[in-house]
């Protein structure tokens, strides 16, 4: 099983920029599509941004299109989430997770095999 680890949340000024990692330790990380999702007080766990094993598909909530951009490095076993232009209602925990099974649509909570724990995202207005 793959273990996953979040890092980079923190505060930011509306505008400014973060870059999410997600350090994934165990089985082959490279078998398996990665997602990032966010919980924000009182409201369901949402889908942010997913991409393929192979890194050549990729899925993006229409909230975060043009601001967001996930990648990940199989070589590393690294997942990435960059995030510009953020806004106050980007505030919320984000989590990586991964999917045994390739996306072939969007993924939704559901879909997901394993969780991180989260990493906080601030913005301020």
């Known amino acids: 099983q793959v273990h996953l680890v979040e890092s980079g949340g923190g505060f930011v000024q509306a505008g400014g920029s973060l870059r999410l990692s997600c350090a994934a330790s165990g089985r082959t990380f490279s078998n398996y599509a990665m997602a990032w999702f966010r919980q924000a007080p009182g409201k369901d766990r949402d889908l942010v941004a997913a991409?393929?094993?192979?890194?050549?598909?990729?899925f993006y909530a229409d909230s975060v299109k043009g601001r967001i951009d996930i990648s990940r490095v199989n070589a590393k076993n690294a997942l990435y989430l960059q995030m510009n232009s953020l806004k106050p209602r980007d505030t919320a925990v984000y989590y990586c997770?991964?999917?045994?099974?390739?996306?072939?649509?969007?993924?939704?909570?559901?879909?997901?095999?394993?969780w991180g724990r989260g990493s906080l995202v601030t913005v301020s207005s």
């Open positions: 991409i393929t094993w192979n890194g050549l598909r990729t």
């Open positions: 997770a991964y999917s045994i099974a390739d996306f072939a649509v969007e993924p939704t909570y559901h879909g997901m095999d394993c």
